[in-house]
């Protein structure tokens, strides 16, 4: 199958309702082949296109690092880069893909969690430096989302980089999808050091769209703090 070909059947596929389905199908290809074309479907505004994107996207490169580990690097790196002002682009997707790209597989989560931690941290002093913080809301969005993504899968690996002390200010935030996701993190962190920030949120009736469970459903910030506070409870009843 010519690579035009293969394009316009994983963009039809991704158009589907049936996530495990869609992904098994994308299974049956190389997976260096649909990856290309996952690139386009993570930037789409279709929102159903976009999620089933990105969730093939760590499914694929996944699949890739366990034949050729330097390609899925290849693939990480371009995510990056995408986010990088000197691109000329936007980057919409990439951290959500590199976040379930992560929790796919644990080589690649190892080499690249301190690189979707930094998304989330200014840059120091010159010496210092070790943040890339994202700026665009659409993107923080999306960054932490995946951070939430990561703590339920991976919550060892961003509690020991520290990545609960960065989340903390987005509790804060003018966004409320923002302050929503970031609560979610927290509680899939189960961090109790965050719960007194997350109380604040108990009231905050202001509403956004999540994906999870392989599905988009509206919430609210307090839904998502309440959440998060039973969570963390079940973790440390004294808080």
């Known amino acids: 199958m010519s690579s035009r070909a293969i394009k316009k059947t994983v963009l039809h596929l991704l158009e589907g309702d049936d996530v495990e389905e869609i992904l098994a199908r994308l299974d049956e290809f190389p997976a260096k082949d649909v990856i290309q074309p996952l690139f386009s479907g993570i930037c789409r505004v279709d929102e159903q ?77 010159e010496l210092f430096q070790h943040g890339n913080f994202l700026e665009n809301e659409a993107l923080q969005r999306g960054l932490l989302w995946g951070i939430g993504t990561m703590a339920a899968a991976r919550p060892r690996l961003l509690l020991e980089r520290g990545a609960a002390d960065d989340l903390v200010k987005y509790l804060h935030s003018a966004d409320p999808e923002a302050r929503g996701l970031a609560a979610r993190a927290l509680g899939l962190l189960r961090w109790a050091g965050a719960a007194e920030h997350i109380r604040g949120l108990l009231g905050d009736e202001s509403r956004l769209r999540l994906y999870e469970d392989n599905r988009v459903r509206a919430v609210t910030v307090a839904d998502l703090a309440h959440r998060a506070l039973d969570l963390i409870r079940q973790a440390d009843p004294a808080s």
């Open 49 to 125: 296109v976009r999620w089933n994107a990105v969730r093939a996207m760590g499914r694929a490169v996944a699949r890739l690092a366990d034949e050729d580990m330097e390609g899925a690097r290849v693939i990480m790196r371009r995510l990056m880069w995408s986010l990088n002002e000197e691109s000329g682009g936007i980057g919409w997707g990439a951290p959500e893909a590199m976040a379930e790209i992560m929790v796919h597989h644990p080589g690649l989560a190892g080499e690249y969690v301190h690189i979707l931690i930094s998304y989330m941290r200014e840059d120091g002093e």
